[in-house]
Every structure is written in C-alpha cells, then in structure tokens.
Antibody, heavy 119, light 106 residues
Framework: QVTLKESGPALVKPTQTLTLTCTFS??????????VSWIRQPPGKALEWLAR???????FYSTSLRTSLTISKDTSKNQVVLTMTNMDPVDTATYYC???????????WGQGTLVTVSS | SYELTQPLSVSVALGQTARITCGGN??????VHWYQQKPGQAPVLVIY???NRPSGIPERFSGSISGNTATLTISRAQAGDEADYYC?????????FGTGTKVTVL
C-alpha cells in the first residue's frame, strides 16, 4: 500500500526559508522509474507543480520558481525534502507531495499540509 | 510557457452527462490526465493518458481528445461527482495543470 505524508511548519514569516518533508511508504525511490513531486494549491486556486526528484537523482523544477526551490531525497529514510527560500504571503498554500512511476501523471498523493506565510 | 484552459464551472442535472473541456496548443500530441478534487481532500487521478481509467474509478468517467481539446465526460452524474476537476500534461520538462473546473450536480 502506497502512502505519502507531508510535514513541516504551519506558519512561516516572510523572507524565511520553508522546509517540507514528504515521508512515504509502499515503494522505494531507489527503484527505477519512481519519482516524487511537490505540488501546491493556494486557497481557492488551482494546482501548481513545483519540483520533482527521480530514482536516479535527476531533478526538475518549475520554471518560474526554480531559483527559490531545492529538492532532495534520503532513500534510506524514504523521504523527500523541499526547501523554498524567501517565502512571501503569496506562497500561502496547501503543499502536496505525490508519486509518479514511469509516467507523467500522479498516481498517489499525500493529504497535504497547509503553510501560511504571515508576520 | 504552456497553458491549459478549462471552463470555470459546469452544471449537470442528476443522472445526465457532464463534459469538461481542457484546451491547449497542440494538446493532441501530449498525454492528458485528469484529477478529481473534493473539498478539503487531495486530488485523485480519474483518467490517465487521455482515456484510461485507474482501478476503482467508475466506468461513468471517460476521456477523449480531439484537435486542441481534451474532454472529460461524466455519464449518469451523481451527487458524489460534485468536485473540482483538473487536467494535466507534461511539457518541456515541467508538469502543467489546467485552471480547474467546478462541477455542480443539480
């Protein structure tokens, strides 16, 4: 059974760096074709993809946010970490991690974690 | 950057058919996927690669693509189908989501 769960601070101040962790089970990121992405959704708005890391450590980033994002993995802990620098109130959103396995769609999602950016 | 356009809202009478469109330049050359998102919940994949249903998704959900438009069709709509629906593609090494459509079952 595949599960993913996001964790991190619920509240961050403007200009701070956000660090989110996705802890997953039911698959391994050392297995060929496995990938984990981060996706966010501001309240009442559409989904926005942020970053992806692959089993072979390839990384992909949103064009508009690539300068502020870093994605990494710890295969031994079954975790993927996203850092986002210089947070702004417009970054207030629910942040999801999701798995894809060899194809360009997301077959499993975490429950999401709401991050509010406010002073 | 690539954009996917969806209608803001679609209304459908109970038991009737809802069609949700997703427009994008040359979308027929891409694989289109669809997600259902109910309030307060994570998205759920309902159609992958244009017209394939994951295990557990009712046959009432179907997908098609023609020209510059992909379409998600919900047949015999039920109250439980009320949700936001998003299309998604992979383009130029990034994932792109559509603007989202709110489906209301009357």
């Amino acid at each position: 059974q595949v599960t993913l769960k996001e964790s991190g601070p619920a509240l961050v101040k403007p200009t701070q760096t956000l660090t989110l962790t996705c802890t997953f089970s039911g698959f391994s990121l050392s297995t060929s074709t496995m990938r984990v992405s981060w996706i966010r959704q501001p309240p009442g708005k559409a989904l926005e993809w942020l970053a992806r890391i692959d089993w072979d450590d390839d990384k992909f980033y949103s064009t508009s946010l690539r300068t502020s994002l870093t994605i990494s993995k710890d295969t031994s802990k079954n975790q993927v970490v996203l850092t986002m620098t210089n947070m702004d109130p417009v970054d207030t959103a629910t942040y999801y991690c999701a798995r894809s396995s060899g194809y360009d769609y997301f077959d499993y999602w975490g429950q999401g974690t709401l991050v509010t950016v406010s002073s | 950057s690539y954009e996917l356009t969806q209608p803001l809202s679609v209304s459908v009478a109970l038991g009737q058919t809802a069609r949700i469109t997703c427009g994008g330049n040359n979308i027929g050359s891409k694989n289109v996927h669809w997600y259902q998102q109910k309030p307060g919940q994570a998205p759920v994949l309902v159609i992958y690669r244009d017209s394939n249903r994951p295990s557990g998704i009712p046959e009432r959900f179907s997908g098609s693509i023609s020209g510059n438009t992909a379409t998600l069709t919900i047949s015999r709509a039920q109250a439980g189908d009320e949700a936001d629906y998003y299309c998604q593609v992979w383009d130029s090494s990034t994932y792109v989501f559509g603007t989202g459509t709110k489906v209301t079952v009357l």
